[in-house]
Nanobody, 123 residues
Framework: VQLQASGGGWVQAGGSLTLSCAAS????????MAWFRQTPGKEREFVAA???????RYADSVKGRFVISRDNGKNTAYLQMHSLREEDTATYYC??????????????????WGQGTQVTVSS
């Protein structure tokens, strides 16, 4: 099982960016997929999660601005980020779990991780 995250970069505040998480070894349509982010000196923070593209869950800080989705044909999960703010600056990680958990917001429950992609938002 492998996850390959990409799409990070630099963007001005208010802009948009879409992160991709290409999966191999399993099918994203049947797995719980999640995004977390981390800044230096801080713990990894939950951003969004969904299973089979349904029941999306978002951190309050990104609700209404970020959208988690997937493309079954490409076996890829996405995180569409809009109205970006400086505080969204972080390294973003995608994660996968074979089953949904009520503790979807806790990183300890995810066994598969991408390598991280840096997002920098500046004013």
């Amino acid at each position: 099982v492998q996850l390959q995250a990409s799409g990070g970069g630099w963007v001005q505040a208010g802009g948009s960016l879409t992160l991709s998480c290409a999966a191999s070894g399993f099918t994203v349509s049947t797995y719980a997929m999640a995004w977390f982010r981390q800044t230096p000196g801080k713990e990894r923070e939950f951003v969004a999660a969904a299973i089979s593209g349904r029941y999306p869950r978002y951190a309050d800080s990104v609700k209404g601005r970020f959208v988690i989705s997937r493309d079954n044909g490409k076996n890829t999960a996405y995180l569409q980020m809009h109205s970006l703010r400086e505080e969204d600056t972080a390294t973003y990680y995608c994660a996968a779990r074979s089953r949904w958990t009520v503790e979807y917001h806790r990183d300890v429950w995810y066994g598969y991780w991408g390598q991280g992609t840096q997002v920098t938002v500046s004013s």
